[in-house]
């Protein structure tokens, strides 16, 4: 009996170990971005910095003195900009520039310049935490969670990216995106693009009279174009290896979450953070059920996504089964935390979120649920009865692939 029974444990082992997902690792021209240059003309491919790969490497020389020593045990590089935010897109031509025209909204108005007093491709953390703010400023950035973690005038107190990751994408992605950065860095009042939450005259306008949009400083918003399509969850992983932040955001290109949120966010994860400055926030959309935007959902979408639900519940550690929303594509991360998750992601396709909670769970990290506005938007390039019956089967091997240690954190 128990020589059977450690045949069939050894043969699913080894199916797991066969159909499990094992992510490619990124091309040469994958670890590139191009922006536009202040003089409008588009910048040729410029390496991108990867956190990752310099955390890695000074991990191996702390395993020559602690042979023990895990990655996540090693101290992540110091943040350049305060928020960064990764937007995967596939083929989202027609809408990411509504959903940009928001972000750089809030993000400019919030965030503000992180280049004042420095170069266009560098950031120095102190000069910017020793120039004056006007007056208001201060309260703003408190309100809006941006005050360097325990007071700490180390981590920066301003400044945002956008990593614009093209997924393959076989459109004018790529163009609109930089088409996008020209007009609202050289242009001093570009014309508004209207996105899902605001009409072309409430841009800038606070929802009143004829709107303006945001100018933007040079840079500050990269394009990295992947040579092939690799789930949403590779997307989001690939732009998290190479942020500058002292927090990252992951947002979904169609604009249906509400990006001004992203301040909620900021303020619930600095409540959850722990002493290491580790903490998630996952933006929720579950106080909407029972909301028309539910309720006006076809009846298979209904039963599907309550069946996938009950499934995570069954599935997942106690931690992430307790989370309402695990597919929201609105998630906070602080710097801090990055180690202990964006190394150890196997999964690429919907199911990666879940993934994410998983190994924040299993690092200890806190993690809050926060409501925020979502709205449905045109467009959608999910699959309702395959993609969710992919995503079970997907959970069902993360989940095993964990536990049965095909997938380690080491």
């Given at each position: 009996?128990?020589?059977?029974?450690?045949?069939?444990?050894?043969?699913?082992?080894?199916?797991?170990?066969?159909?499990?997902?094992?992510?490619?690792?990124?091309?040469?021209?994958?670890?590139?971005?191009?922006?536009?240059?202040?003089?409008?003309?588009?910048?040729?491919?410029?390496?991108?910095?990867?956190?990752?790969?310099?955390?890695?490497?000074?991990?191996?020389?702390?395993?020559?003195?602690?042979?023990?020593?895990?990655?996540?045990?090693?101290?992540?590089?110091?943040?350049?900009?305060?928020?960064?935010?990764?937007?995967?897109?596939?083929?989202?031509?027609?809408?990411?520039?509504?959903?940009?025209?928001?972000?750089?909204?809030?993000?400019?108005?919030?965030?503000?310049?992180?280049?004042?007093?420095?170069?266009?491709?560098?950031?120095?953390?102190?000069?910017?935490?020793?120039?004056?703010?006007?007056?208001?400023?201060?309260?703003?950035?408190?309100?809006?969670?941006?005050?360097?973690?325990?007071?700490?005038?180390?981590?920066?107190?301003?400044?945002?990216?956008?990593?614009?990751?093209?997924?393959?994408?076989?459109?004018?992605?790529?163009?609109?995106?930089?088409?996008?950065?020209?007009?609202?860095?050289?242009?001093?009042?570009?014309?508004?693009?209207?996105?899902?939450?605001?009409?072309?005259?409430?841009?800038?306008?606070?929802?009143?009279?004829?709107?303006?949009?945001?100018?933007?400083?040079?840079?500050?918003?990269?394009?990295?174009?992947?040579?092939?399509n690799r789930g949403k969850g590779g997307a989001v992983v690939h732009g998290?290896?190479?942020?500058?932040?002292?927090?990252?955001?992951?947002?979904?290109?169609?604009?249906?979450?509400?990006?001004?949120?992203?301040?909620?966010?900021?303020?619930?994860?600095?409540?959850?953070?722990?002493?290491?400055?580790?903490?998630?926030?996952?933006?929720?959309?579950?106080?909407?059920?029972?909301?028309?935007?539910?309720?006006?959902?076809?009846?298979?979408?209904?039963?599907?996504?309550?069946?996938?639900?009950?499934?995570?519940?069954?599935?997942?550690?106690?931690?992430?089964?307790?989370?309402?929303?695990?597919?929201?594509?609105?998630?906070?991360?602080?710097?801090?935390?990055?180690?202990?998750?964006?190394?150890?992601?196997?999964?690429?396709?919907?199911?990666?979120?879940?993934?994410?909670?998983?190994?924040?769970?299993?690092?200890?990290?806190?993690?809050?649920?926060?409501?925020?506005?979502?709205?449905?938007?045109?467009?959608?390039?999910?699959?309702?009865?395959?993609?969710?019956?992919?995503?079970?089967?997907?959970?069902?091997?993360?989940?095993?692939?964990?536990?049965?240690?095909?997938?380690?954190?080491?």
């Amino acid at each position: 009996m128990l020589v059977l029974l450690g045949g069939s444990i050894a043969s699913l082992y080894i199916l797991l170990y066969l159909v499990a997902p094992v992510p490619r690792p990124p091309r040469p021209s994958e670890k590139t971005y191009t922006t536009v240059l202040p003089d409008g003309s588009i910048s040729d491919p410029q390496p991108l910095p990867c956190w990752l790969d310099n955390h890695v490497a000074r991990k191996n020389l702390a395993r020559r003195k602690q042979p023990s020593k895990l990655l996540a045990d090693v101290p992540i590089a110091p943040a350049e900009v305060f928020m960064s935010v990764v937007v995967p897109a596939y083929n989202e031509e027609r809408r990411l520039g509504g959903m940009l025209e928001e972000a750089v909204e809030f993000l400019q108005a919030t965030y503000g310049d992180a280049h004042n007093g420095a170069s266009s491709s560098s950031f120095s953390s102190s000069a910017a935490a020793a120039q004056p703010s006007p007056q208001g400023a201060t309260q703003r950035r408190v309100v809006n969670g941006v005050a360097p973690a325990g007071g700490s005038q180390a981590s920066p107190a301003r400044g945002w990216e956008i990593l614009v990751v093209s997924d393959g994408s076989t459109d004018g992605t790529r163009d609109a995106a930089l088409r996008f950065a020209r007009d609202h860095q050289l242009e001093q009042y570009p014309v508004p693009v209207p996105g899902p939450w605001k009409t072309q005259q409430q841009q800038g306008s606070g929802g009143g009279g004829r709107g303006k949009s945001t100018h933007i400083p040079h840079g500050a918003i990269r394009v990295v174009s992947l040579e092939a399509n690799r789930g949403k969850g590779g997307a989001v992983v690939h732009g998290m290896r190479h942020v500058r932040g002292e927090y990252v955001v992951f947002a979904d290109a169609d604009g249906a979450s509400r990006f001004e949120d992203l301040g909620k966010l900021v303020e619930g994860v600095k409540e959850a953070e722990d002493g290491a400055a580790r903490g998630v926030a996952i933006g929720s959309r579950a106080h909407l059920v029972g909301s028309e935007a539910v309720v006006k959902r076809s009846a298979i979408r209904n039963f599907l996504m309550h069946s996938f639900h009950l499934l995570l519940r069954l599935m997942t550690p106690p931690a992430t089964s307790r989370i309402r929303d695990t597919q929201c594509g609105f998630k906070l991360f602080s710097r801090a935390s990055l180690p202990y998750i964006v190394p150890y992601m196997h999964s690429e396709g919907w199911i990666f979120d879940v993934e994410m909670l998983m190994l924040a769970e299993l690092g200890g990290i806190p993690m809050v649920e926060v409501a925020i506005g979502w709205k449905e938007v045109m467009g959608s390039k999910l699959n309702v009865l395959w993609d969710s019956l992919g995503m079970a089967w997907g959970l069902a091997i993360l989940r095993l692939a964990w536990t049965m240690g095909v997938y380690r954190r080491q």
